[in-house]
């Protein structure tokens, strides 16, 4: 849902979810920062345990084989680190890393171009997998099956196919969406994996470790004030460590401590539950409003003025 305010009688600006402190969607300036800040090895990842033992697995066998990494597809809510995962992958395998997005693969020729400019080895990183069209599909799934590309040259009778070699390639696929994606494609992944949430211990440590590299001083009662609010997220946590330190050197020493913790977060009108004014608008809608519900989502916008999505 969008938040909505109004400015000097004006029309309502509305803000988007992804604006919120507590959104796990990508912000202007996270991807700056949080690259950054990102581990380099599975060495140096923070949590997900289960999954970073498979990965470990999967890299090793790759290695003694002198092999390309079996196709794999992440999926899980936003922010919690497909995206590291991917780059991990490709440094892991010293191997070239190519990042796109579904949306970003228009048309079958696009998606031809990418992959005649694959080496050897290389990782193709996907995000929001789950957007690629039917036609750059069609054209995938051979790259992904048999290293092959099928081009069909002229049109009407006179067209023929042609078929180009690749070279071994992995494709990594990420999406918050996997029902969305289509049964053949999935079926193209080797290895699929889902992101869980973080225990406040992993957050804790994450965010110990951002500060050292930001060359902040968070003492462990203010870490744990913002693993406690995170909602399980590692985007969101960094989020809050920078608006943090931003308070810290302002209005106090430039230390994050646990009061100080708690002063930022109340201005920034986050609870102990991570919740924000948006999200309590809308649970007190639904209890007071609603009696507890069951209510419908656009019933439950148009009672706080928000849009739906």
Partial sequence: MTDERTIGGQSPIKRQPEERTISGTPQTGDQQVD?????????????????????QILVEAARQRGDALDHVLLYGPPGLGKTTLSHILAYEMSANLKVTAGPAIEKAGDLAAILTNLRKGDVLFIDEIHRLGRAVEEILYPAMEDFSLNIVVGSGPGARNIQLSLPKFTVIGATTRLALMTSPLRARFGVVE??????????????????????????????EAIARRARGTPRVALRMLRRLRDYAQVRANGI??????????????????????????????????????????????????????
């Fill in 35 to 55: 690259h950054a800040l990102r581990p380099r090895s599975l060495q140096e990842m923070i949590g997900q345990e289960r999954l970073r033992d498979k990965m």
């Fill in 194 to 223: 889902r992101f869980d949430f973080y225990e406040p211990a992993a957050i804790q440590e994450i965010v110990t470790r951002a500060s050292r590299l930001l060359e902040t001083k968070v003492e462990p009662a203010g870490a």
């Fill in 256 to 309: 994050v401590d646990a009061a100080v913790a708690e002063e930022a977060l109340s201005l920034l009108e986050i609870d102990d539950l991570g919740l924000d004014d948006l999200d309590r608008r809308v649970l007190d809608a639904i209890i007071v409003k609603f009696s507890g519900g069951p209510v419908g989502l656009d019933t439950l916008a148009a009672s706080i003025s928000e849009e739906p999505d």
